[in-house]
């Protein structure tokens, strides 16, 4: 790091401190809008980031090619630290819905102009290095994040949210007076003419999904892991926050260390983060020689599973457990997805593949939402169950689109 540009030094900095505070607030999101508004509302509400947040990250990247990083990076980190305000405000709750909303927008445009800076500033050879020096100082705020927040999100959040107005304004003052634009020149007349064919690319990735049987079996049983996933930041909050009492967690002597419900889930997003910090590049090494079917297949129901059998008890000890095999399961999932991708897609296509891929998020982003509507209606075991029904469903569709295409390389042979 002593050889790094001074740029990618400033914003590890200052997007490790970032990072650090937005875990803090994120994961209490939905306990916080469902208080405000309800489950239903705020089911609801939750589903416009993601459709919002598609045009935004294509609008990033364009910005990030046409205006250039610095101008783009510095756009972002204004729209976010003018949100922040007007959150810390608390003027009413509709005002702090849009002010996340819009926090969430400016986040998605800087974040395109922060990677392409990153292979603007680095070689080939040393960019896997720096990438995962700065997904390493993420997951420190994932670890950190949740356990801080879990105390001054609703004791203090006024104070939290202003910290992160400040702190997202100097790093904004920092921008503007170190780095500098490192995005080669482009010719305006064809920068002119992306901003059509961002629309047209992403509709050809639509495409592929239909086109392509196997493929579109994967993305399906994809959108329905990640939506899953996506329970982590979305139920399991409100689950945990509504279901598990104040506790014991250490007792030595007269001295007794308790949590409540909204304590405990902070704790379990804090271990999840460690796990990944922890064993991301240790458990893709074990399960190097593992077909991509049976990781696949394993990986969603752990964490089905695991997710559904937390609605049977109030232990902290059995949820911090029960997070951990969810936490792995999650982890040996998401490298082997990619891998997935960039071995079956055909070398002509593969950025067209790779980017009906990362459709899947944005779908599971728009439907992941559903469960905090039906919390409102349903039990939480009925909720967990067809979490988990969904799971079961996505490794049956692992598996048929595994035979189907093992019995077309057959037939090509």
Same mark, same amino acid.
């Given at each position: 790091?002593?050889? =790094?540009?001074?740029?990618?030094?400033?914003?590890?900095?200052?997007?490790?401190?970032?990072?650090?505070?937005?875990?803090?607030?994120?994961?209490?999101?939905?306990?916080?809008?469902?208080?405000?508004? !309800?489950?239903?509302?705020?089911?609801?509400?939750?589903?416009?980031?993601?459709?919002? !947040?598609?045009? +935004?990250?294509? *609008?990033?990247?364009?910005? @990030?090619?046409?205006? !250039?990083?610095? &101008?783009?990076?510095?756009?972002?980190?204004?729209?976010?630290?003018?949100?922040?305000?007007?959150?810390?405000?608390?003027?009413? $709750?509709?005002?702090?819905?849009?002010?996340?909303?819009?926090?969430?927008?400016?986040?998605?445009? #800087?974040?395109? +102009?922060?990677?392409? %800076?990153?292979?603007?500033?680095?070689?080939?050879?040393?960019?896997?290095?720096?990438?995962?020096?700065?997904?390493?100082?993420?997951?420190?705020?994932?670890?950190?994040?949740?356990?801080?927040?879990?105390?001054?999100? *609703?004791?203090?959040?006024?104070?939290?949210? =202003?910290?992160?107005?400040?702190?997202?304004?100097?790093?904004?003052?920092?921008?503007?007076?170190?780095?500098? /634009?490192?995005?080669?020149?482009?010719?305006?007349? /064809?920068?002119?003419?992306?901003?059509?064919?961002?629309?047209?690319?992403?509709?050809?990735?639509?495409?592929?999904?239909?086109? $392509?049987?196997? *493929? +579109?079996?994967?993305?399906?049983?994809?959108?329905?892991?990640?939506?899953?996933?996506?329970? /982590?930041?979305?139920?399991?909050?409100?689950?945990?926050?509504?279901?598990?009492?104040?506790?014991?967690?250490?007792?030595?002597?007269?001295?007794?260390?308790?949590?409540?419900?909204?304590?405990?889930?902070?704790?379990?997003?804090?271990? @999840?983060?460690?796990?990944?910090?922890?064993?991301?590049?240790?458990?893709? &090494? =074990?399960?190097?020689?593992?077909?991509?079917?049976?990781?696949?297949?394993?990986?969603?129901?752990?964490?089905?599973?695991?997710? *559904?059998?937390?609605?049977?008890?109030?232990?902290? =000890?059995?949820?911090?457990?029960?997070?951990?095999? %969810?936490?792995?399961? /999650?982890?040996?999932?998401?490298?082997?997805?990619?891998?997935?991708?960039?071995? #079956?897609?055909? @070398?002509?296509?593969?950025?067209?593949?790779?980017?009906?891929?990362?459709?899947?998020?944005?779908?599971?982003?728009?439907?992941?939402?559903?469960?905090?509507?039906?919390?409102?209606?349903?039990?939480?075991?009925?909720?967990?169950?067809?979490?988990?029904?969904?799971?079961?469903? @996505?490794?049956?569709?692992?598996?048929?689109?595994?035979?189907?295409?093992?019995?077309?390389?057959?037939?090509?042979?």
């Amino acid at each position: 790091m002593r050889t =790094w540009d001074l740029n990618l030094k400033v914003r590890l900095i200052g997007e490790t401190l970032f990072n650090l505070l937005f875990w803090m607030y994120y994961p209490f999101l939905t306990i916080y809008f469902s208080n405000n508004f !309800g489950k239903t509302i705020t089911g609801f509400l939750m589903i416009i980031p993601p459709i919002v !947040g598609i045009i +935004a990250n294509l *609008f990033g990247g364009y910005l @990030s090619d046409t205006l !250039g990083r610095r &101008k783009t990076m510095l756009i972002g980190t204004a729209i976010q630290a003018i949100m922040f305000t007007m959150f810390a405000l608390n003027l009413s $709750d509709w005002i702090n819905f849009t002010a996340y909303l819009l926090i969430n927008v400016g986040r998605t445009i #800087y974040y395109p +102009a922060s990677s392409a %800076m990153v292979a603007d500033l680095t070689q080939e050879k040393d960019r896997r290095e720096v990438f995962a020096v700065f997904l390493t100082a993420f997951n420190v705020g994932a670890v950190l994040g949740p356990l801080f927040g879990s105390l001054f999100f *609703f004791h203090y959040r006024s104070g939290l949210l =202003w910290t992160c107005s400040i702190v997202v304004f100097l790093y904004f003052c920092a921008i503007f007076k170190l780095i500098r /634009e490192s995005a080669p020149r482009l010719d305006k007349s /064809e920068s002119v003419k992306s901003l059509g064919l961002l629309f047209k690319s992403q509709f050809r990735n639509y495409q592929v999904i239909f086109l $392509d049987k196997i *493929f +579109a079996m994967f993305i399906i049983a994809g959108i329905i892991v990640i939506s899953a996933f996506r329970q /982590e930041n979305l139920y399991l909050p409100i689950f945990i926050s509504e279901h598990v009492p104040y506790q014991a967690l250490f007792s030595w002597r007269s001295w007794t260390f308790r949590l409540n419900g909204i304590g405990i889930f902070g704790w379990m997003m804090g271990l @999840s983060g460690l796990i990944f910090v922890l064993f991301v590049i240790p458990v893709t &090494k =074990w399960f190097k020689n593992i077909s991509d079917q049976k990781i696949l297949i394993v990986s969603t129901g752990l964490f089905g599973f695991s997710l *559904f059998f937390m609605a049977f008890t109030t232990n902290a =000890w059995i949820l911090f457990l029960l997070m951990v095999v %969810m936490s792995f399961g /999650e982890l040996i999932q998401s490298p082997v997805s990619d891998s997935f991708v960039s071995k #079956y897609a055909p @070398s002509d296509k593969r950025g067209q593949y790779m980017g009906a891929a990362t459709l899947q998020n944005s779908i599971a982003n728009f439907f992941a939402p559903m469960t905090i509507v039906m919390s409102g209606y349903m039990s939480a075991v009925a909720v967990l169950s067809i979490v988990l029904i969904s799971t079961l469903v @996505s490794c049956a569709l692992y598996k048929l689109l595994f035979q189907i295409k093992k019995n077309g390389t057959t037939s090509q042979k």
